[in-house]
T-cell receptor
Framework: QKEVEQNSGPLSVPEGAIASLNCTYS??????FFWYRQYSGKSPELIMS??SNGDKEDGRFTAQLNKASQYVSLLIRDSQPSDSATYLC????????????WGAGTKLIIKP | EAQVTQNPRYLITVTGKKLTVTCSQN?????MSWYRQDPGLGLRQIYY???????DKGDVPEGYKVSRKEKRNFPLILESPSPNQTSLYFC???????????FGDGTRLSIL
């Protein structure tokens, strides 16, 4: 059973600090990874995609991928109250059935 | 504007009354998918489609039907809805199966 695991939280972070969200995956052959942000009752919104080992930065967001350890993380710098949401991690598996494997999400709360 | 459009956004109906939730995308995407999201269970895939006339079951297909007669449209059909299908439903599309998915705004279904 291929899985993506996330701590459900809530993760509480003071405004202005760095929020660190982590995700582990079971399929060693997974090649594509995605972070989505979802506000309550709204649809998931793509934040970052990452395909190779290392860091990928986009504004205040940095995605980190470590395939050897099978984890992917999302760092949010200078956290703002508007970053409060649930963050979903997803991995594209190595087989060809084209089904993304989704984590259950981590709820992030940014405290003013 | 590139978008995935779902209709209706909200629907309250009764057990056994057939209903269809429409989904349309204007990005010429090949891949389309339906998810349901329930509290504590995360996103679960119902059906997906790799291209016109090509559909396959996701993780929770029971009680649902889909069709893909045109590239842009991927309707979700509940032939005989039951209360356990009360949920928040999302349609998503991507250029290809392994690309990031773009989500519609969601349809909140209540089956009484």
């Amino acid at each position: 059973q291929k899985e993506v695991e996330q701590n459900s939280g809530p993760l509480s972070v003071p405004e202005g600090a760095i929020a660190s969200l982590n995700c582990t995956y079971s399929d060693r052959g997974s090649q594509s990874f995605f972070w989505y942000r979802q506000y309550s009752g709204k649809s998931p919104e793509l934040i970052m995609s990452i395909y190779s080992n290392g860091d990928k930065e986009d504004g205040r967001f940095t995605a980190q991928l470590n395939k050897a350890s099978q984890y992917v993380s999302l760092l949010i710098r200078d956290s703002q109250p508007s970053d409060s949401a649930t963050y979903l991690c997803a991995a594209f598996p190595s087989d060809s059935n084209y089904q993304l494997i989704w984590g259950a999400g981590t709820k992030l709360i940014i405290k003013p | 504007e590139a978008q995935v459009t779902q209709n209706p956004r909200y629907l309250i109906t009764v057990t056994g009354k057939k209903l269809t939730v429409t989904c349309s995308q204007n990005m010429n995407h090949e891949y389309m998918s339906w998810y349901r999201q329930d509290p504590g269970l995360g996103l679960r895939q119902i059906y997906y489609s790799m291209n016109v006339e090509v559909t396959d079951k996701g993780d929770v297909p029971e009680g649902y039907k889909v069709s893909r007669k045109e590239k842009r449209n991927f309707p979700l059909i509940l032939e005989s809805p039951s209360p356990n299908q009360t949920s928040l439903y999302f349609c998503a599309s991507s250029a290809y199966g392994d690309q990031p998915q773009h989500f519609g705004d969601g349809t909140r279904l209540s089956i009484l």
